[in-house]
């Protein structure tokens, strides 16, 4: 997507510069409220920043302040979360000069504050159907849809509109980063990766397009030629902190192929808390790769303690199960017990008194989830297998990405290990090298199972395929 040229404020009719209508009678604020839009779209700049300067010089317009609620319904931070509902009251002030599209993305973030997060989807779907070059109604359901685990939606909001775009409609790229990575969690790695990678042809410093290559080269295994991708594209990532999630990917190329010094570089130079600025989303990177990093029997030094001090003013949030059960890996992690029970019991008051969607994921995985982390470094190995093991196949409900939600997968395989239930742990561990073979991780997992079960010769070779992974 270019900057809206001069040329746009000469318009007759007030759309946007993919004539979206807009009831607001100023091009300079819709130029405004594009460059938010494409900040947020390529993870560049302060999108929120610009919008507010816009508004302070075009208080009136609407659809900037619907832009900031929405925008801010994708923290999933309590601490913003005063500044979004202001955001939608000043647009609700402004309802009576609006047209429908308009009044669609107020419903949708009135819905969201509401903790209706399937019906704040639902109505920006019903803005998207009638208006499907609405890009930010676009990209509102695709995030929030990767927030909910709702992976066949995360596809098929940009395959409704698919055969409307074309390139020549102004941010055409990230309509294919968005298509990309829906089908990748739907596991239609060719066409995924086609498609990122013709974004990329677009725009060369497209994160979300890099984020979907990303993806494919983990789900399929190609650690090395994910490294070699990452390494060539870093320079373009940015300074956001979706750039260090790209980092986080980069990371666990270099995990899955036993590599733990190229995975504490990365660490301590892009994940490291104590660099941070309490950003949830980079914490939520960092708790995911210190604890994997665990798993594998490697130490993580005073790393845990800094980012525990970070997750701690969080503890009782429930907000958002995904956050709630990062927060436990690094209370379990920094044996902050009392923290732990603050969780807990404001987890288990919120299930019996609220109502809104985040209780089902609370319900069915955030807690099943933190009391098995709690039971795994508590040595319980048993009792943490009882609790992932019928919920293995719920997991998408927590949210996040299946590269994300595989930490749960990796956790019940090594409680099974500990737990000293090989024949368990060798089903496991089977089921992991048949989608990903070229994982050294995983063929040392069938190893440590097939020695428990004192099938030597099995594990002997189980073995030398993961060292063959290593030197390879």
């Given at each position: 997507m270019t900057a809206v040229s001069e040329?746009?404020?000469?318009?007759?009719?007030?759309?946007?510069?993919?004539?979206?209508?807009?009831?607001?009678?100023?091009?300079?604020?819709?130029?405004?409220?594009?460059?938010?839009?494409?900040?947020?779209?390529?993870?560049?700049?302060?999108?929120?920043?610009?919008?507010?300067?816009?508004?302070?010089?075009?208080?009136?317009?609407?659809?900037?302040w619907l832009f900031k609620a929405g925008w801010l319904t994708q923290s999933m931070e309590t601490r913003i979360y005063s500044e979004m509902v202001a955001a939608l009251d000043e647009a609700g002030k402004r309802l009576k000069?609006?047209?429908?599209?308009?009044?669609?993305?107020?419903?949708?973030?009135?819905?969201?504050?509401?903790?209706?997060?399937?019906?704040?989807?639902?109505?920006?779907?019903?803005?998207?159907?009638?208006?499907?070059?609405?890009?930010l109604a676009m990209e509102l359901v695709h995030y929030t849809d990767v927030l909910l685990g709702d992976v066949a939606g995360q596809r098929d909001v940009v395959a409704r509109a698919s055969?409307?775009?074309?390139?020549?409609?102004?941010?055409?790229?990230?309509?294919?980063?968005?298509?990309?990575?829906?089908?990748?969690?739907?596991?239609?790695?060719?066409?995924?990766e086609q498609l990122a990678r013709q974004a990329l042809a677009i725009r060369p410093d497209h994160p979300y397009a890099v984020h979907a290559v990303a993806h494919v080269m983990e789900m399929r295994g190609r650690q090395m030629g994910g490294v070699r991708f990452m390494q060539e594209r870093a320079?373009?990532?940015?300074?956001?902190?979706?750039?260090?999630?790209?980092?986080?990917?980069?990371?666990?190329?270099?995990?899955?192929?036993?590599?733990?010094?190229?995975?504490?570089?990365?660490?301590?130079?892009?994940?490291?808390?104590?660099?941070?600025?309490?950003?949830?989303?980079?914490?939520?990177?960092?708790?995911?790769?210190?604890?994997?990093?665990?798993?594998?029997?490697?130490?993580?030094?005073?790393?845990?303690?800094?980012?525990?001090?970070?997750?701690?003013?969080?503890?009782?949030?429930?907000?958002y199960a995904f956050n709630d059960v990062h927060a436990m890996m690094t209370f379990v992690s920094d044996n902050r017990v009392e923290a732990q029970d603050k969780l807990l019991t404001a987890n288990e008051r919120y299930l019996e008194n609220a109502s809104d969607a985040n209780v089902a994921m609370s319900r069915e995985i955030g807690m099943p989830f933190c009391l098995a982390m709690r039971d795994f470094k508590n040595e319980k190995y048993g009792d943490c297998v009882d609790r992932l093991l019928p919920v293995r196949y719920l997991t998408?409900?927590?949210?996040?990405?299946?590269?994300?939600?595989?930490?749960?997968?990796?956790?019940l395989l090594e409680a099974a290990l500990r737990a000293r239930r090989f024949d368990l742990a060798l089903a496991l561990a089977n089921e992991r090298t048949a989608l990903k073979p070229t994982s050294a991780q995983n063929w040392r997992a069938v190893a440590r199972a097939f020695k428990g079960l004192g099938d030597t010769s099995n594990a002997d070779r189980a073995i030398a395929?993961?060292?063959?992974l290593i030197l390879a």
């Open positions: 040329v746009s404020h000469k318009r007759a009719t007030f759309t946007d510069c993919r004539g979206v209508p807009i009831s607001y009678k100023d091009s300079k604020a819709i130029d405004g409220l594009e460059r938010a839009i494409e900040m947020s779209l390529s993870f560049r700049g302060d999108a929120i920043a610009e919008i507010d300067a816009v508004l302070a010089e075009h208080p009136e317009f609407i659809m900037g000069s609006a047209n429908d599209r308009e009044i669609g993305h107020y419903e949708a973030v009135k819905a969201w504050v509401n903790g209706d997060f399937y019906g704040a989807v639902q109505k920006w779907e019903a803005v998207l159907v009638k208006y499907p070059m609405d890009l055969t409307l775009w074309e390139e020549s409609i102004p941010g055409y790229e990230f309509v294919l980063g968005f298509y990309a990575f829906g089908l990748e969690e739907n596991r239609d790695f060719s066409h995924a320079g373009e990532w940015g300074t956001s902190n979706f750039a260090n999630h790209l980092w986080w990917h980069t990371a666990l190329y270099h995990l899955d192929i036993e590599q733990y010094d190229k995975v504490y570089e990365i660490f301590d130079a892009h994940l490291d808390s104590r660099q941070k600025d309490g950003n949830k989303y980079e914490e939520l990177d960092a708790s995911a790769l210190l604890w994997r990093i665990n798993l594998v029997g490697e130490e993580s030094g005073d790393r845990w303690k800094h980012l525990a001090d970070k997750w701690e003013p969080a503890a009782q949030d429930t907000l998408h409900r927590l949210g996040g990405s299946f590269a994300q939600r595989d930490i749960i997968g990796w956790t395929k993961a060292q063959s």
